[in-house]
């Protein structure tokens, strides 16, 4: 019991004599928690709050592994967009701060079972560099394929995973019992590391497997359409939800993330809603370096939504994470219904993104025919009601034109980020890499990627996902497109994913320039686009290589569907 | 679009003019809606916001069907004790309404998904009459038993409960495509409408079971231990959580209930936390008229805990639920840690009182021994920091005795309800009657009991359900205790099951009288009681029947172990 007693009675302590802007050292909390080895979450609580009421302007965290646990961790009911609702414990939860910084030296953050690292809301000027974030137990589960066949395989499982059939059902826990739920099963490379060449996600309808033991390390599992699987390659069982992404923001400002290891999170591994100015410098996300994992985070690595200012992704690493290296958008409401001339009720259509309270006094909304996001008006709310995370009538200042219908989209449209992503390797991860959907000035610049779909996809829709996007200027110079496409996501290296039910009458995107790349690969597939007004493609290199069976050569190089101004030049 | 948007439109209306205390009548705001056969939820909505902001007196309800859908209901983060915590859509979501009532004339409330009835807050003078509260698709699933063997058995499912098979296991569905999720199953005698004799709960690890179909409408389920179901009888698939009470009760007073009907809810009928003076006069608790259903509302009839002055149910019948008519208790917390001198950390031990943030400045905690339950020190509280759904930091008045210790437990000792039950049918439902927990005076009187586990159970304990108990003047008299007992909960008719590490030096229960009941019954198991100070059974008549094939004559009628001051006279 001493121990804990000493552990807790951190939260107790009264405040450190910290003068404004002064620096609050994470050290002499764990120095005084004995139990601080095995959960270091008192004397952050101890040490965080002690900034925020004294307006540290820095906590320092020292050189080492620190453990962190969910017990006593905050909590906060968190609708985040494209990962999921629900009360979470967060370690670090920020709220309202200014110019602040959490500075690690090399501090690995490991966390175990579900909780999420970091919460920011309201925050400005907060600066967080230096440090790991590990779980000690990953969100995903993966088990080496030791045999498979027409409608069966078999695996077997690392310590790092453990199994358990009860019911006749696998099921996934950590070492203290703690259940790991799963969605879905994809099959990586184990040898390069990556996606396994021309595989595809297996969805679960009921989110479990029927399973057998079979021996001492070997579980067989049996669906009828299973097949193709390698022995030797690594299932990955992918999370049920995404509850706990590495960072969320929430209208933050002048955010920085600098020299960040990302190898495992619940989620996402940075998630900025409504924010202005966002960097990510040295930002890796990684598997845990001299682990079996194949896997990093277990969701998109990046992702932006409704952000302004700018978005700034330098020098970093998105690497073998479950989803997208990023996925900048805005958000569509959909029209429910207008129940006068100047109310409207609002709906979200996307279950994640319920919960979201973006709307505000004074804020321009476009409205947009679905089928081709053409914005035919503009109007300025006057006051905001939520009926519940679903619904929200807004009253505008001006009267809703005649030709508002319910499923018309309804999304934001002030000011958006402009984007520069340089210097980046993208790559060996589920689907994409990079989704680019802001209005503002896009630069994408000496990046590599390697993704097994579309490397840049300029997506957005308002019928399945309600994503806001309609590029206006995008500058893709001086990268190198290594072998992309060997998985099934997407028509191109570069395409138009937008799910537009009438191509033809849309130029939903505009003004892309592709210019000085390199693309290097086996599969012929470099362009293709619809509905887009002003498209460049000059000055490239395009290398064809036999590094993995060859399947794209049917197809053509450049596709291009319902646009207009369009130079290609080889 | 027309009928959605006259629907939404009563959203907008300008506040009806009425007087204070006057009555608001639904009617109006229904006729207004063209939609409102649909989905009655917009005039509800705007009726209840118009009673609360006008202090209305009076609700009036119409007579007939009122179909309530989730889409446009309140949005709730509710935490309710030994349900699920969770973000609910509410109909009827009432806070600090005063003096105020809801009066239907036989209306029915028709309740459409996952969403619960009502929910009232700090309310005080609330009386609810002349409802039926029924749902157009049941929490539970229901199937009738074709065939069975050991190790499998075959259902049917009538319109009532469709069900898919998706990757070989059954998924349960209304006719929108929700999915039902089950977590249990339980075997009901068809033609006796009550629960199977001699059956058992058959808990799913995983809420799923693996199901084949086998014919027009005949699913195979096989799992290793079936075994004894019997042909013609229904099996139900008990709700995977209880997710929405028909009536949600914080920290309200003088709540009556008064010819009100529950055929249906998503948990229990009545959860009552923190009240004063709470009301059931004629509540049934019954499976929907004219139904194929066999169970009436997913768990147990009614529940109170921490709650003050009287608990009066009077004229009601709880049938066929699927858990206990009633469990009045309190809550223990656990003693995680000793900070300091006056400063302890609490933390919940039973996941379904995670949330519950009932402790407060000036209250009288008692400390008790959680092997005996014996209460050996008292502390007022200074101060409550909760960190999370889990944990409280307490500062104490007083100094925290040496003895304390992590485990040991900690509940309210401030003042305790009367209760009075009286001329109640309790049967037929899964499990027990009537758990009683106060310690205030506790009459149960005239009842009717055919409960297939114990009819009067003393329960309570502080090592796995965390419920305080420990009654201290139970007058037991003028019941009819008719074939209890068929089923495996509980160990006779009247009987004591507190969790106890070291029963012989606790006397936790005290003064139970027992008189002028009439036991007819085919089991021998009268009473079995340990830790009982004062118990006296006398001028009660004993009837043996063969209603049911005997199991019970092999066990002693009267079981007293560590009882002081018993009186059994047959």
């Given at each position: 019991m001493s121990r804990t007693i000493i552990s807790l009675l951190i939260l107790l302590l009264p405040l450190q004599s910290v003068q404004a802007k002064g620096t609050v050292f994470l050290k002499d909390y764990l120095d005084k928690c004995e139990n601080s080895e095995a959960d270091a979450m008192p004397a952050i609580r101890a040490a965080l709050d002690c900034c925020a009421r004294t307006r540290a302007g820095e906590l320092v965290l020292p050189r080492g592994v620190i453990n962190i646990r969910p017990e006593h961790a905050y909590e906060h009911l968190e609708a985040i967009s494209n990962n999921s609702q629900s009360l979470k414990r967060v370690a670090f939860l920020m709220k309202g701060m200014k110019d602040f910084r959490i500075t690690g030296d090399g501090t690995t953050l490991m966390f175990n079972g579900f909780m999420s690292p970091f919460s920011l809301e309201g925050c400005k000027g907060i600066r967080i560099s230096g440090i790991d974030i590990d779980y000690a137990r990953p969100f995903v589960s993966e088990g080496r394929i030791l045999s498979a066949g027409k409608g069966w395989m078999e695996l077997s499982f690392s310590e790092s995973f453990p199994v358990e059939i009860r019911d006749g059902l696998a099921v996934f826990l950590d070492k203290d019992g703690v259940e790991y739920p799963y969605c879905n099963l994809l099959e990586f490379d184990t040898r390069k590391k990556e996606v396994a060449y021309g595989v595809h996600d297996w969805w679960l309808w009921n989110n479990v497997l029927p399973a057998k033991k079979v021996g001492e390390n070997a579980y067989r599992f049996e669906r009828e359409d299973f097949d193709g699987m390698t022995p030797g390659n690594t299932m990955v069982f992918g999370a049920a939800q995404r509850l706990h992404p590495a960072f969320t923001l929430w209208e933050c400002e002048n955010f920085c993330l600098e020299d960040v290891n990302l190898y495992n999170a619940g989620g996402m591994g940075v998630i900025a809603q409504c924010c202005r100015n966002v960097t990510l410098n040295r930002v890796r996300v990684v598997?845990?370096?001299?682990?079996?994992?194949?896997?990093?985070?277990?969701?998109?690595a990046t992702h932006f939504v409704n952000c302004k200012g700018y978005i700034r992704m330098t020098d970093c690493e998105f690497r073998n994470?479950?989803?997208?290296?990023t996925n900048i958008h805005g958000w569509y409401m959909a029209v429910d219904s207008v129940l006068c001339r100047r109310s409207a009720l609002l709906r979200w259509r996307n279950g994640a993104q319920?919960?979201?309270?973006?709307l505000k006094k004074g804020m321009r909304l476009e409205f947009a025919d679905p089928a081709t996001l053409t914005t035919y008006a503009h109007l300025r709310v006057r006051k905001v009601e939520y009926l519940?995370?679903?619904?929200a009538l807004v009253k505008f200042r001006e009267h809703i034109p005649a030709r508002v219908r319910p499923m018309d989209v309804v999304a934001e449209d002030d000011s958006y980020p402009d984007v520069l992503i340089s210097g980046c390797y993208i790559g060996n991860n589920r689907a994409r890499g990079l989704l680019i959907g802001s209005r503002g000035k896009v630069v994408i610049e000496k990046n590599t990627f390697h993704t097994p779909?579309?490397?840049?996809l300029f997506e957005g829709d308002g019928r399945f996902w309600y994503e806001q996007s309609g590029v206006r200027d995008v500058l893709i110079r001086d990268n190198l497109f290594l072998n992309c496409m060997y998985g099934p996501w997407g028509r191109a290296c570069i395409s138009v994913g937008t799910g537009l039910a009438d191509k033809e009458a849309s130029r939903y995107h505009s003004n892309i320039v592709v210019e000085g790349n390199v693309f290097r690969g086996f599969d012929n597939r470099i362009v293709n686009i619809y509905s887009v007004d002003g498209f460049s493609f000059r000055n490239n290199t395009i290398e064809m290589t036999s590094d993995y069976p060859e399947k794209g050569s049917a197809s053509e190089r450049f596709v291009m569907e319902h646009c207009d101004n369009t130079i290609i030049e080889q």
């Open positions: 598997p845990t370096p001299g682990s079996d994992h194949i896997v990093s985070i277990s969701a998109d994470q479950k989803d997208d290296a319920c919960g979201i309270r973006f519940n995370s679903e619904y779909g579309s490397a840049i």
